[in-house]
């Protein structure tokens, strides 16, 4: 990871917390930032279907939103299938 990817923020603990938080990583030779690092991955990790439900419902907002935008367009259509047609192409172009 790059100086650019990277961002300060503030946690607070409690202080015993830290000061055992600082004695576990003075025992591995490790920074705190090392650790909280590692323990995020791991939450998130755990999470990963969480995250990944609300990526879906937001992709699938957008298609509603998309779906809707082209059947409101003003124009005569013998066959949906073509404008079906027309929004799964632009879906998949992106």
Known sequence: M???DRVTTTLRLPRKKLQLL??????Q???INEILNELIDEYLEKHKSLIYSLSEEK???TL?????AIKERPLKVNDWREVEGEFYDEMSTG
Not at 22 to 27: E, F, I, M
């Open 22 to 27: 600082k004695v576990v990583a003075s025992l």
């Open 2 to 4: 790059n100086k650019r």
């Open 64 to 68: 509603r939103e998309k779906w809707k």
């Open 59 to 61: 992709e699938a907002r």
């Open 29 to 31: 030779n490790k920074k």
